[in-house]
């Protein structure tokens, strides 16, 4: 039976022992393994999984820690008998429907549409994933990461991130953001203007949600960040799609009757145009002007080629009409969910307590391991690598493009970690995505992003997650097919 039971898996990411413990303990409490059933010996499993026994031994002994299982003298081991005392007994339907069953269509009051993330599926599979957004694992700093996590749980750091901390963030790791990232962009805040939230979708969601509602306009760039728009129609406000050319958002008329903004200005999202210098002080004139806040998502401000980066929106605002929104994902990993909002204390003392209402914090823990990360110049040596990286298989892609698919267009970028192609007009990117998924390519098609009735010629090549060799043979492949879908 224990040879049914007892499967190890080659290709797992967890280590031998973990993955005995784990399928002890889950037979245990499924009840495959009565209170009075013998468990085999240490040395009877390690030779039936073909592992070391001293891996069987830790295991066993991990289990007789957590109370699965209890050692009898001369006997042997044993599932613990009180292990399953507080387990429900498992409903035999899970699909059984009665006359009284909710209707939980009818009982929903918003009902947002659910979107797959462009190119996001099954991605790592692909040999050539042009997906945005995503990091390459070899990039990622293992051994630091590894040492900063293992000294935030050192007995003292526990002490000051386990207990509930109400609404309030890791000092370390604001203090980092406030003295190492903001002054790169030419920001200065205080302790009590920043707020850590749970990488940038949540910042954008706790800021919409404050300042918007009903009888409020939302502007919001169009080619743009698809979720934002439903977010504002969620909370009742309405929305505008503003238009983006060369320079970014465009700064006309459109923004009078706008209450709130969004802008990314220092790599639009997802053409990466820059908006100038020029452009930036005339949206800040405009908000004082017309009265209207604008939120900076600087999302990819770390990933600048430039020799001298255009200053931060915020940095420029001397009406503290800015709030600034920034994160960690394009550089130290998107998994890790960690941003932040700078913005005038009256309006983050708000956000803490929305936040508090949704959250209470983000995980304290992960705050000090990234505050650790970061005091140390890890994060500065891992933005240098990604530079250079990043840099190389920019201009791969850029020489790429221009040999191989001369017919597209390619607005001014200046880093990132993304391409956006305006294709030959008769282009479709979304018959195009098909062909490419069934060679192992991954693009994203660029109507998504555009608020309705985008055109079907775009689309963007992400380069932070392919690795750099694959790059040229993929735009080969890549070629061919928009050759055959253009003739």
Not at 160 to 165: I, Q
């Amino acid at each position: 039976m224990f040879k049914q039971l007892f499967h190890l898996n080659p290709d797992s990411t967890n280590t031998l022992q973990q993955q005995v413990r784990e399928q002890i303990s889950k037979a245990i409490l499924a009840g495959h393994i009565p209170a009075d059933m013998q468990l085999p010996s240490t040395r009877e499993l390690a030779r039936m999984l073909k592992i070391s026994r001293n891996t069987v031994i830790i295991a066993y002994q991990e289990l007789i820690d957590d109370g699965y299982l209890i050692s009898r003298q001369r006997a042997g081991f044993f599932a613990a008998p009180d292990i399953r005392k507080d387990c429900l007994p498992v409903p035999c339907d899970h699909d059984h429907h009665t006359r009284h069953t909710p209707d939980w269509q009818g009982l929903l009051i918003d009902k947002p549409e659910l979107l797959a993330e462009p190119g996001q599926v099954r991605w790592q599979q692909a040999q050539y994933p042009f997906v945005y957004g995503q990091l390459d694992p070899a990039m990622f700093p293992v051994k630091r990461w590894r040492e900063c996590s293992l000294d935030s749980v050192r007995t003292q750091s526990v002490k000051s991130w386990s207990s509930d901390h109400y609404n309030s963030d890791d000092p370390l790791l604001i203090e980092q953001i406030r003295s190492r990232l903001l002054p790169r962009r030419g920001i200065w805040a205080e302790a009590d203007e920043i707020l850590i939230t749970v990488g940038a979708q949540n910042a954008l969601y706790l800021l919409l949600n404050a300042l918007l509602g009903p009888g409020r306009v939302f502007g919001f760039e169009n080619p743009g960040y698809p979720d934002l728009s439903r977010i504002a129609r969620l909370v009742g406000a309405k929305t505008r799609a503003l238009p983006v050319d060369r320079n970014g958002l465009v700064v006309n008329e459109q923004l009078d009757h706008c209450d709130v903004v969004f802008t990314t200005p220092s790599h639009q999202f997802p053409t990466t145009v820059t908006m100038p210098l020029d452009n930036r002080k005339a949206l800040l004139e405009r908000a004082a002007a017309d009265n209207f806040l604008i939120i900076e998502d600087d999302y990819e401000c770390e990933t600048n080629f430039a020799s001298h980066p255009t200053p931060a929106l915020k940095s420029l605002d001397r009406h503290q009409r800015v709030i600034y929104v920034g994160s960690l994902s394009k550089t130290l990993s998107p998994g890790l969910r960690m941003g932040y909002i700078v913005a005038p204390k009256p309006l983050i003392a708000a956000l803490r307590e929305l936040r508090r209402l949704i959250l209470r914090h983000p995980p304290t823990n992960n705050q000090r391991t990234v505050g650790l990360f970061l005091e140390r110049g890890y994060h500065d040596s891992l933005i240098r690598h990604l530079l250079e990286v990043y840099e190389e298989r920019w201009q791969l892609i850029r020489q790429g493009v221009d040999e191989l698919m001369p017919v597209s267009t390619i607005p001014p970028t200046f880093g990132g970690s993304a391409y956006w192609i305006e294709g030959d007009a008769g282009l479709d990117s979304l018959a195009l995505q098909s062909l490419a998924v069934k060679q192992s390519i991954i693009i994203e098609p660029g109507q998504c992003y555009y608020d309705q009735n985008g055109p079907l010629n775009c689309f963007r090549l992400g380069y932070s997650s392919i690795a750099t060799e694959r790059i040229r043979p993929g735009l080969e492949r890549l070629a061919v097919l928009v050759a055959q879908l253009t003739r």
